[in-house]
């Protein structure tokens, strides 16, 4: 479904992804973990094509898009849920959702999205005139990939989807994108949170220093010596 081949990434003379490898199937959840530093948030601009330099190639089911604008991308089927949620905070819940349906095809889906979302994500219903700014941070999550999936997205980057929240939100989350999957999405995400990202996964990836050194099935890799020398040292 997605796959990088021979991956660089460059801020200027500084090179922060080596040889990046990596593929995704169809209707899994993948994940790269790694500490902070890593290379997991300029993986993600890597894929979409912003704010870095890039060298390589990338694959999305089987055409390749490494020359391609960003929204050409997204256009494309490939969405991204930033770090931080990245919400207008003024702006009610449904209007952040709208935001999602820019594309020519998401637009004409605009109500399928809508009804698509709010079954899986009931909460946002009843909460769609609130600001965001009002919900709490795991509520705001929830937002955040409910406008990426008006999007129609056919995967779903993920950009530390369990930072800052408490372990019953990271929980649910986690639920939310296993159902995901069991609706045929296909998912890539970064997460310094090796334990509860590859638990879900079905494969993942341990980054380094902005290179790949390990990978594997997800509930193997969380026990191989390779992800305890990253992150405990030994």
């Not at 159902?179 to 949170?193: A, F, P």
Request: proline letters at 4%; charged letters at 25%.
């Amino acid at each position: 479904m997605l796959s990088i081949e021979k991956g660089y990434g460059r801020y200027g003379e500084l090179t922060v992804l080596h040889d990046i490898h990596l593929s995704v199937s169809r209707g899994s959840i993948v994940s790269v973990v790694g500490t902070n530093g890593a290379g997991k948030s300029s993986l993600m601009k890597f894929l979409m094509g912003v704010e870095i330099e890039t060298e390589g190639r990338i694959w999305l089911e089987g055409e390749e898009i490494s020359r391609w604008p960003t929204h050409q991308r997204v256009a494309a089927g490939m969405v991204m849920v930033p770090e931080g949620r990245r919400l207008f905070p003024e702006m009610s819940v449904r209007e952040n959702l709208e935001m999602g349906s820019y594309t020519p095809r998401a637009r004409k889906r605009r109500k399928q999205g809508f009804d698509f979302v709010y079954s899986l994500l009931p909460k946002l219903k009843e909460r769609e005139k609130q600001p965001a700014g009002s919900l709490s941070g795991g509520e705001q999550q929830m937002v955040a990939l409910g406008r990426a999936l008006i999007a129609q997205p056919q995967v779903l980057l993920l950009d530390e989807p369990f930072l800052g929240l408490a372990p019953i939100m990271v929980r649910q989350v986690t639920r939310f994108l296993q159902e995901l999957r069991e609706q045929g999405l296909t998912i890539l995400m970064v997460e310094q949170n090796a334990t509860f990202s590859l638990r879900c996964s079905d494969w993942g990836y341990v980054l380094v220093s902005g290179r790949i050194v390990s990978d594997g099935q997800g509930k193997d890799l969380l026990h191989s010596r390779d992800l305890r020398k990253v992150y405990l040292g030994v």
